[in-house]
T-cell receptor
């Protein structure tokens, strides 16, 4: 069963902010929201994760709604190198594996 | 950040042969490693969970006798595709969890297997 729902694809102009939505309406209280991305023919790369507070790091910001049923990953100034498939995953912090859905294919356009 | 390496990055083999893929955590210890498979234009599919010093746990539909996993040390796990066939051609990706680093899961660069 898919725990998250993401749009299959999005376009973003280079230099603009990319806002990638994710619905996770059945998230449990102890589940985190993780974001990874996969550039073509490479292994996935960790971006950010959060529980309920908004998070920011050098790569992106994660905005989680108050009811935790959805979140948005924000790439503040998208570049061509940000073109990738972005995966939103919910899981506990324990020693269980990440289970990938279909993700969103983000195309950054010059 | 933590680095996971895989070897080889690309392998081509004849049908019926066996192929071994190595996954190493380079600067951290990983009691648990995960193996994924990815077909073209599809998402990653978890194959098995590998625990150091014990038998791997396979996902439903993954043949444990065909995909042999060994996790003999805290930094090395191997996946052997036995008697490979063209339908086993895929992108194999390993992942390791750094228990000392907020439980982040780090991924290797992947191994492209082509079976002729």
């Amino acid at each position: 069963d898919a725990k998250t729902t993401q749009p299959p694809s999005m376009d973003c102009a280079e230099g603009r902010a990319a806002n990638l939505p994710c619905n996770h309406s059945t998230i449990s209280g102890n589940e985190y929201v993780y974001w990874y991305r996969q550039i073509h023919s490479q292994g996935p790369q960790y971006i950010i994760h959060g529980l309920k507070n908004n998070e920011t790091n050098e790569m992106a910001s994660l905005i989680i709604t108050e009811d935790r049923k959805s979140s948005t990953l924000i790439l503040p100034h998208a570049t061509l190198r940000d073109t990738a498939v972005y995966y939103c995953i919910v899981k506990t912090s324990g020693n269980t594996p990440l289970v990938f859905g279909k993700g969103t294919r983000l195309s950054v356009i010059a | 950040g933590a680095v996971v390496s895989q070897h080889p990055s690309r392998v081509i083999c004849k049908s019926g042969t066996s192929v071994k893929i190595e996954c190493r955590s380079l600067d951290f210890q990983a009691t648990t490693m995960f193996w994924y498979r990815q077909f073209p234009k599809q998402s990653l599919m978890l194959m098995a969970t590998s625990n150091e010093g014990s038998k791997a746990t396979y996902e439903q539909g993954v043949e444990k006798d065909k995909f042999l996993i060994n996790h003999a040390s805290l930094t090395l796990s191997t996946l052997t595709v036995t008697s490979a066939h063209p339908e086993d051609s895929s992108f194999y990706i390993c992942s390791a969890r750094d228990l000392d680093s907020t439980n982040e899961q780090f991924f290797g660069p992947g191994t492209r297997l082509t079976v002729l």
